[in-house]
């Protein structure tokens, strides 16, 4: 449901060098991209499908269907790519929707789905069991009321930062403060039930957040 | 996009951008690893946030915990301070009863001093008797001492109906040869009554009387 364990690396790159570099049989840029655009198509697909296997399934569809082409066509604007790669991912929840819907009126395959559902789902909740373990830490280690009071009124009742520094009467950088170390937390308990990969990236992404507002 | 455009990955998770804000939040996304890994934490703690709402959970994490515990060490503390009063009150009222009873000068304050009566020893075989009105405030005695110069005196007054309880007080200085102490009658049951003083030389001076302690 939320995001893969893989281990993730902002690597620094042009798109026009990249495409040029699998057009030219370049197996190792191809998996340079692939990193790159992965978390992020993996989001997408979440969003669109609420389904973490799935998206996985489909996150793979979209790369093959960007590195095939890359190998044989170059791209006309390097800019755009990452606003294509979005589209295809976007198309292929669509066809896999339609795919499914016909699916549906075939009664053996129904069965089928609905087992591959079931396994899907236990994952769902052993996710969602997981985070509300770690999230409940958090909130129970924060001694404030206020700042337990925040991290739900932000996470889960998305209510505007503005709104919620002016109701409890805090600065928008304090406000970052709470927010960043709840994270960060909630984070490192995530790490110590089993998590890695993508988690230590958002661990290093949190540092990185820190610094900016250190430095402000 | 910048990468702190976090106000957008907020709107993003909670499904309030338009479809245009989507498709450059999902293009910046795909360029931005980060950005990924930000709505990746945003969702967990989102879908963590939600079960613990489902289960009940998190109503008692957000109640003012502070306040409960602290209301519980208020009472804690208050019933503390009722046994401790109940004990000292045991300890003052009953191992040494008439404990308010008898009151140096510099006690009573601006209380009403209902009646004046005299201590001293003389060659009658009985106990003089006092009649006293259990409210109508406090009665000064008036101790002929020995040794007036003795002063300060220490005061005992024992009921000898309940043998081994008494009371103590202090006179710090005598006043034309007399000792005075007052007695608060309401601390008082009728009965015979010890009242001895003794100078800082040693020397013990026993007043028995009899009082009377009427509503």
Known sequence: MFGHDRAVQN???????????IREGDKQAEGVL???????????????????????????????????????????????????????????????????????????????????????????????????????????????????????????????KKDICRELGLTEPSFNVILFRARSRFLELLQKRGLSGEDLFCLTFLAVIAAQYWWK | MKLNDLPTAERYVAGTLSDEEVARFEAAMVDRPQLAADVNVRRRIKAGLELLEQRGQLAPLLAPASQRPQFLRYAAAA???????????????????????????????????????MLARTRAAGAPEFNVKRDAGLVRFRILVDNAGDAPFAVRLTAAEQSGTFTDSTIPQTSDGFAEIYVDPRELNSGDYVMSVSSQSGAEQRFPFKLHVSP
């Not at chain 1, 690597?11 to 570099?21: C, H, K, L, N, T």
């Not at chain 1, 790159?36 to 489909?58: C, K, M, V, Y």
């Not at chain 1, 016909?102 to 129904?110: A, F, G, I, P, Y």
């Open chain 2, 79 to 117: 019933a503390v301070l009722v046994v401790v009063a109940g004990f000292w009150g045991t300890w003052r009222y009953g191992a040494t009863s008439p404990a308010a009873a008898l009151l140096a000068s510099s006690e009573i304050g601006a209380a009403k001093v209902a009646a004046n009566f």
């Open chain 1, 11 to 21: 690597i620094d790159f042009s798109y026009a060098e990249v495409a040029q570099r």
């Open chain 1, 34 to 160: 692939s990193q790159r655009i992965a978390p992020g198509i993996t989001q997408i697909l979440i969003s669109l499908t609420g389904n973490f296997a799935q998206a996985q399934e489909l996150c793979q569809e979209t790369l093959i269907i960007i590195i095939s082409r890359l190998r044989v066509q170059p791209l006309d604007e390097p800019d755009k790519l990452p606003a294509f790669v979005a589209q295809i991912a976007r198309n292929l929840v669509g066809a896999e929707r339609r795919k499914e819907h016909r699916r549906k009126t075939d009664v053996d395959s129904e069965a089928i789905d609905q087992v591959a559902d079931q396994s899907q789902g236990q994952e769902y909740e052993a996710q969602r069991e997981s985070a509300a373990v770690e999230i409940r830490k958090v909130l129970a280690e924060m001694k404030s009321v206020r700042d337990r009071s925040l991290l739900v009124r932000y996470y889960l009742r998305d209510e505007d």
